[in-house]
């Protein structure tokens, strides 16, 4: 079992930059790829970002250049770095942790770009 707490959402201007957090219980995290979803009001939930346990990454095309995932091992904990924000970005932001069989998924911390 593996527990997921997503924060640091909130509302910004365009432009503005943002740090989402995503904390894991257990003692698996260093060994998992961990992902960033995100899901707008009307559309289907996306794939933002994923890092490996080797610390590879991987960005949809729409957020490279503005978003940077990393994780820290010894917190448990990874991030999502957005800047440059856009109106487009505004979503729900989940962190999504694939185990074996089972998927684990956070509560979700809202985003929300607007001037």
């Known amino acids: 079992q593996v527990q997921l707490v997503e924060s640091g959402g909130g509302s910004v201007q365009p432009g503005g930059s943002l740090r989402l957090s995503c904390v894991a219980s257990g003692t698996i995290f260093r060994f998992v790829t961990l992902n960033w979803y995100r899901q707008a009001p009307g559309k289907q939930r996306e794939l933002v970002a994923f890092i490996t346990r080797d610390r590879d990454t991987n960005y949809v095309d729409s957020v490279k250049g503005r978003f940077t995932i990393s994780r820290d091992n010894t917190k448990n904990t990874a991030y999502l770095e957005m800047n440059s924000l856009k109106p487009e970005d505004t979503a729900v932001y989940y962190c999504?942790?694939?185990?074996?069989?089972?998927?684990?998924w956070g509560q979700g911390t809202q985003v929300t770009v607007s001037s």
């Open positions: 999504n942790v694939p185990l074996g069989s089972k998927t684990y």
